[in-house]
C-alpha cells in the first residue's frame, strides 16, 4: 500500500506485527470488537465464580521470623485472637455495675457458637486481666479457624461487646483483636481507595476531554483502559489458585492498567488523526498508526513487563503477586490495543470526532497543547549544553535527600487513629503494658515436653525476665497439639518499632536464645513478633535491591539495544530514568521521613520510608518512564528513518509526542495523587511517590533533558559497534522511499 500525504514522503505500511494486527483487525472488525467483549466477560465471570484465593499470612514473613511465623501457623488450630476491655473510674473494677458488664460481655460471648476460650478477669489466674488501678479489665476469647473465617464471623462478638456498652452508657467498652483491626483498617482503606478509584475516572475523561475535544475520541482511551483491568482482575482468580495472591494487587492493577491502558490509546488515536489531518483516508490513516504506533505500544508494553518482572527478584512472597498482577494487566492492555482498538477506530472512522466539547479548543490554544512544548524544545535546543546541565543538575540536588534515606516498616503507630478498634488498642496500652504485641520464640523439637527443652524454655523465661526494662510481664508458653512446636511469647517494652523493642529482639537473638532453647542439639528456635518482622523485611528488601536493579537495567538495555540497534539509547535511557526515579526518591525523604509534608498532606512522620517502597517504586516508575521512552523515540527514530538529521527528528519528534506525553502524564499524576487523600501513610508515600517522579519523568526528563542530550550527541545516539551488526534489523515503523 503506497499513499502521499500533502507532497510529503512517500511511505508504505511496514509488515510487522503490530502492523498485520492492525488490518486484521480492520478488515474484521465485528469479530475483533465481539472477541474482545467475549474475552473480557468470560474471564471477569471466570474469575467471579472461581473466586481470589489471598496469600496465607504466615507465608508473607522473610528470613527468620518468616520461618518461626510458618512453624507456628503450620502446627497449631488455626484461630484468632480477641480481648474486650472494660473500662471506668479508678477502682470500678470492683463495683457491683462493672462486675455485672464484664459478667454479661462473658456471658453473651460464650453464647456465640464462632467464639471459644472466654476468659473472665474474675476467674483464678487471670488478675493480671485487671489493671493496676482497678479502672480496667480485659476479658480474652478466641475466634476458630483461619482469617478468612474469623474476617466472616467477627461481626458477632463486635455486636455482642455493642449491646453490652448500650446497656452501660456509664462505662466504656472496647474490642481490639486480630480478625477486627484487620477487618476495620482493611474496610477504611477500600473505601477511601474506592472513592479516590471512583474520583480518577472523571478526572481521566476531563484530561481526554481536554486533549482529544471531542467525547467519543476521549472514551475510546478510557474505555480500554477500564475493558483491561476488568479482564485482569477475572483472570487473577484462577491465576490465584496456583499463587495466592496478596489482596493490595487490586489496587495496583488498577493503577498500572488505567496508566497503561490510557497511554497506548493516546498514542494511537492520536497518530490516527494526525494522519487524518494531514490528508490520508482512515484506512491509510489507520494502517500508518498501526504500523508505527502499534509497534511502539508492543516495544512498549515488552519494556514494561520485562521491568515489573523485576519484582519476582524482591525477595518477599508479596512482591510475586505485584509482579504478576502488574504484567498480566499490561499484556492485556497491550492486546487490547493491538487487537480491539485498531477494530473500533476503523469502525468509527470520522465519527471519531463527534460530541465535540464547545471552547475546549480555544482554552488548548491558550493553556496548553503542542504550543507550548514547541517553545519550550526549540529553547532547549538552542542552548543543548546549558539546558543539560541546568536540568541534570536540578535532578541531582533533588536526589541529595536519598544519601540519607532510613527505610522500616511502620509498625502499630502508623495504623489510622479514627478506627475504633484501634482507639481501643491505644488504652489497652495504657492500661496493660504487658499486653503490647510480643516478641515470641518458636522452639521446634521432636519433643517439646522433654524435660531438656522444658528447661531451656524455663530458663529463657528467666533470663527475659532478668531484663525489666525490655520485657514486661512473665513468659507465657503454648504447646502444639503434636508437642513439637512450643511459642513462648515474651511481652516487650517500646511500641514494637522504637529502640526499646530492637534492643529486646537483640538481647534475644544475640544472648538470650543461643544461650538457652538455641544451644540444645536437635532443637530449632527462631525469633518473631511485630519488631523481629519489621527488621527481616527490611533487611530482605535492602539484600534484594542490587538483584532487582541488576535485572530490571540489565532487560531494559537488551530490549532497547535490540529495537534500537544503538548502544547509546539504552545507555542513556538508563541514566536519565535513573536520574528520575533518585529525584523522586529525594522527594519522599523530604516530605515524609523529614516530616516537611505532615501539615499539607495530613500525617504524622515515623522518621522512615516505608521498606517495600523504594523497591516497588524503582520497577514501577523504570517500567512508566521506558513506556514514555521508547514511545518517543519511536517517534525519533521514525523521522531520522525517514531522511531527517537527528536534530531535526528530536525537535519533530517530542513536539508530535508532546501532547500526548503531557495528557498521559497529567492522567498519572491526577491518579497517584489521589492516594494522598487515603489515612495510611504507606500508601500516601506510594501516591505521592509516584505522581512527583512521572511528574518530573514527564516535564524535566522528556521535555529538556532528553532532547537537549540527544542533540549535543547527535549522529551519536545511533553508534552500534561493528562486532554488533548481527543484530536483527526490525521493521520500521514506516519506511520512506524517494
Known amino acids: 500500500m503506497q499513499f502521499t500525504r500533502n507532497g510529503r514522503n512517500q511511505m508504505h505500511a511496514s509488515s510487522n506485527i503490530a502492523a498485520r494486527a492492525g488490518r486484521w483487525s480492520a478488515r474484521h472488525r465485528k469479530t475483533a470488537i465481539v472477541g474482545w467483549l467475549v474475552f473480557v466477560i468470560a474471564a471477569f465471570m471466570v474469575g467471579k465464580s472461581i473466586g481470589t484465593e489471598n496469600v496465607d499470612p504466615a507465608s508473607t514473613g522473610a528470613g527468620e521470623s518468616g520461618a518461626a511465623q510458618q512453624a507456628s501457623f503450620d502446627a497449631f488450630p488455626k484461630k484468632s485472637e480477641g480481648m474486650v476491655l472494660v473500662q471506668g473510674k479508678a477502682g470500678a473494677a470492683g463495683e457491683a455495675e462493672f462486675r455485672a458488664a464484664v459478667a454479661e460481655v462473658v456471658q453473651r460471648l460464650r453464647a456465640l457458637d464462632t467464639v471459644q476460650a472466654v476468659s473472665s478477669p474474675y476467674a483464678p489466674g487471670e488478675a493480671g486481666k485487671i489493671s493496676a488501678d482497678r479502672s480496667s479489665a480485659l476479658i480474652d476469647y478466641e475466634i476458630p479457624g483461619d482469617s478468612e473465617r474469623a474476617k466472616e464471623v467477627v461481626d458477632e462478638p463486635l455486636e455482642a461487646v455493642a449491646a453490652v456498652q448500650s446497656a452501660n452508657p456509664d462505662l466504656r467498652i472496647g474490642e481490639f483483636g486480630d480478625a477486627s483491626s484487620n477487618k476495620a483498617i482493611l474496610d477504611k482503606e477500600n473505601s477511601e481507595l474506592g472513592k479516590a478509584a471512583m474520583a480518577s475516572l472523571p478526572f481521566t475523561l476531563l484530561i481526554l476531554l481536554f486533549a482529544f475535544g471531542a467525547l467519543v475520541a476521549a472514551g475510546v482511551p478510557l474505555l480500554l483502559a477500564i475493558s483491561a483491568i476488568v479482564a485482569t482482575m477475572g483472570l487473577l482468580g484462577p491465576i490465584s489458585q496456583i499463587a495466592p495472591i496478596n489482596p493490595a494487587v487490586v489496587h495496583v492493577v488498577m493503577l498500572v492498567g488505567l496508566a497503561v491502558g490510557v497511554d497506548y490509546s493516546l498514542f494511537y488515536v492520536r497518530r490516527m488523526r494526525e494522519e487524518r489531518a494531514a490528508g490520508a483516508s482512515s484506512e491509510d490513516a489507520l494502517a500508518i498508526a498501526a504500523a508505527t504506533s502499534g509497534r511502539a505500544i508492543l516495544v512498549s508494553g515488552l519494556t514494561v513487563m520485562v521491568a515489573m518482572a523485576g519484582m519476582y527478584f524482591g525477595g518477599v512472597s508479596n512482591f ?155 513468659a507465657e508458653v503454648e504447646v502444639s497439639p503434636d508437642r513439637t512446636v512450643a511459642v513462648v511469647a515474651l511481652p516487650t517494652a517500646g511500641t514494637g518499632s522504637d529502640a526499646t523493642s530492637n534492643q529486646a529482639l537483640d538481647a534475644l537473638r544475640e544472648e538470650i536464645v543461643p544461650a538457652t532453647v538455641g544451644g540444645l542439639s536437635g532443637t530449632e528456635a527462631n525469633v518473631t513478633g511485630a519488631t523481629a518482622g519489621i527488621r527481616d523485611f527490611n533487611d530482605a528488601m535492602t539484600s534484594h535491591l542490587p538483584y532487582v536493579f541488576g535485572f530490571v537495567i540489565a532487560a531494559a538495555f537488551l530490549l532497547l539495544l535490540v529495537t534500537f540497534r544503538s548502544v547509546v539509547i539504552p545507555i542513556k535511557a538508563i541514566v536519565l530514568n535513573l536520574l528520575s526515579v533518585a529525584a523522586s526518591y529525594g522527594a519522599l525523604v523530604w516530605l515524609f521521613q523529614d516530616g516537611h509534608g505532615e501539615s499539607l498532606l495530613g500525617f504524622e512522620s515515623t522518621g522512615a520510608i516505608t521498606a517495600w517502597l523504594p523497591l516497588f517504586m524503582f520497577v514501577i516508575l523504570f517500567g512508566l518512564s521506558m513506556d514514555y521512552h521508547v514511545l518517543i523515540l519511536s517517534r525519533i527514530r521514525e523521522l531520522h528513518d525517514g531522511g531527517m538529521s537527528t536534530r531535526e527528528a528530536v525537535a519533530e519528534g517530542i513536539k508530535s509526542t508532546a501532547g500526548v506525553v503531557t495528557t498521559a502524564a497529567v492522567v498519572m499524576v491526577g491518579v497517584f495523587a489521589m492516594f494522598a487523600l487515603v489515612s495510611n501513610v504507606e500508601l500516601k508515600q506510594m501516591g505521592i511517590g509516584l505522581a512527583v517522579a512521572v511528574l518530573l519523568d514527564a516535564t524535566i526528563v522528556r521535555g529538556v533533558l532528553l532532547p537537549s542530550t540527544m542533540s549535543l550527541l547527535g549522529e551519536r545516539n545511533w553508534w552500534l559497534p561493528r562486532r554488533l551488526g548481527w543484530l536483527p534489523q526490525p521493521k520500521g515503523e514506516a519506511t520512506a522511499t524517494a
Do not use: C, N
Open 320 to 474: 510475586t503477586a505485584f509482579a504478576t498482577g502488574t504484567i498480566l494487566v499490561v499484556a492485556v492492555a497491550v492486546l487490547g490495543s493491538l487487537t480491539v482498538l485498531p477494530a473500533v477506530l476503523s469502525a468509527l472512522g470520522d465519527k471519531l470526532g463527534r460530541g465535540r466539547v464547545p471552547f475546549v479548543a480555544r482554552l488548548k490554544a491558550r493553556f496548553g497543547g503542542v504550543g507550548i512544548w514547541s517553545r519550550i524544545i526549540d529553547r532547549v535546543l538552542r542552548r543543548p549544553l546549558l539546558s543539560a546541565v541546568l536540568s541534570g543538575g536540578l535532578l541531582v540536588v533533588m536526589a541529595i535527600p536519598t544519601l540519607g534515606i532510613h527505610t522500616a516498616l511502620p509498625g502499630v503507630e502508623s495504623l489510622p487513629r479514627d478506627v475504633e478498634v484501634m482507639q481501643t488498642y491505644d488504652r489497652i496500652q495504657a492500661k496493660f503494658p504487658a499486653e503490647s504485641l510480643p516478641a515470641a520464640v518458636v522452639v521446634e523439637a521432636d519433643d517439646v515436653t522433654a524435660a531438656p527443652v522444658r528447661a531451656a524454655i524455663a530458663e529463657l523465661g528467666e533470663q527475659a525476665a532478668a531484663r525489666p526494662a525490655l520485657f514486661e510481664g512473665p
